[in-house]
């Protein structure tokens, strides 16, 4: 007789375990729209810091490919490249990018480059690199990411495209070479993509925009 006594407790366990699982998934359906609509606002928040286009035209609706290029990018994946559009053709493109060589661990930039393959703006997305030395990367603890605005393949020349404690043109970072170098050598790798495929993203965007803009 006392064997029975546990089974209304696992019972009522049970119905509790039931009853949290479909609470936490009312609450996932409930909230994966408002989580979406933050997730794209925060995407084109991202797009408008690296492009400097100083308007909006074009940059809420940029036109996504997907493009797989692991040598240069860093992902063996297929990654997003958004290329914003003015009268059909391609005025800018943005792009993730693996900076592999951080003091801690990869570096992952985001980089805005203009149709003529000038820099319009370089954020830093995720890193660990040392607090209060390697975090300065990002545009909310320094102005530094701000130096490659501007800057191409051919301004500085390739051989300047280094901190200056190795001979280049950019600013190193105190204490935090190494971060300094990766980032360099990041921004450098992502417009050594864009020279490579340029073509191809300005052919395919405008394809694929001429087919169904795509509003994302």
């Excluded at 703006?121 to 660990?128: A, E, L, Q, T, W």
């Amino acid at each position: 007789m006392a064997a029975t006594k546990p089974v209304p407790t696992l019972l009522l366990v049970g119905v509790i375990a039931v009853g949290a699982a479909a609470l936490v998934t009312g609450s996932y359906e409930f909230s994966r729209d408002r989580i979406e609509a933050n997730r794209q606002a925060l995407l084109l928040q991202s797009l408008n810091d690296v492009l400097a286009t100083g308007d909006d035209t074009g940059v809420l609706n940029p036109t996504r490919i997907d493009l797989s290029d692991p040598q240069l990018l860093g992902y063996e994946d297929p990654i997003d490249v958004y290329i914003v559009l003015d009268a059909g053709r391609p005025r800018a493109a943005v792009f993730p990018v693996v900076a592999p060589d951080g003091y801690h661990a990869a570096i992952h930039l985001l980089i805005g480059v203009s149709a003529d393959g000038v820099v319009t703006g370089v954020r830093v997305v995720d890193h660990r690199e040392t607090p209060g030395l390697g975090d300065v990367i990002e545009a909310d603890k320094s102005d530094w990411i701000l130096q490659f605005d501007g800057k191409s393949l051919m301004s500085p020349d390739r051989a300047q495209w280094a901190v200056e404690d190795d001979g280049g043109s950019f600013d190193s970072i105190t204490s935090a070479t190494v971060t300094a170098r990766a980032v360099v050598g990041g921004v450098r790798t992502a417009l050594e993509f864009f020279e490579a495929r340029s073509a191809e993203l300005s052919a395919r965007a405008a394809a694929r925009a001429e087919e169904e803009p795509v509003n994302e």
